[in-house]
Nanobody, 120 residues
């Protein structure tokens, strides 16, 4: 069984920064693409950023230049980060980590989510 656990969310003022972490654990042979999604109240879940196994990144237009996704592939680390700078009130949402993982099978996993609230 594979688990993804997000952390790092919280309350921050507009213009502030947060760094989210997504730690994968369990029987993992390989982690392929990893992505961060977010869902604001009353809205659909949307892709925020994605990183390939070799480090190629993609971002939603709304976060380009402000958010940075990165991954630590060191042995036993299996952690992906989302550095969020210049936060806006529109960034308020629950942020979810999503990963394609090679375990006994190749499957797609979701974390439980972490709340990010940007408010003065």
């Amino acid at each position: 069984q594979v688990q993804l656990v997000e952390s790092g969310g919280g309350l921050v003022q507009p213009g502030g920064s947060l760094r989210l972490s997504c730690a994968a654990s369990g029987r993992i042979f390989n982690i392929n693409a990893v992505a961060w999604y977010r869902q604001a109240p009353g809205k659909q879940r949307e892709l925020v950023a994605k990183i390939s196994p070799v480090g190629t990144t993609n971002y939603a237009d709304s976060v380009k230049g402000r958010f940075t996704i990165s991954r630590d592939n060191a042995k036993n680390k299996n952690t992906v980060y989302l550095q969020m700078n210049s936060l806006k009130t529109d960034d308020t949402a629950v942020y979810y980590c999503n990963a394609e993982v090679d375990s006994y099978f190749r499957e797609n996993y979701w974390g439980q989510g972490t709340q990010v609230t940007v408010s003065s």
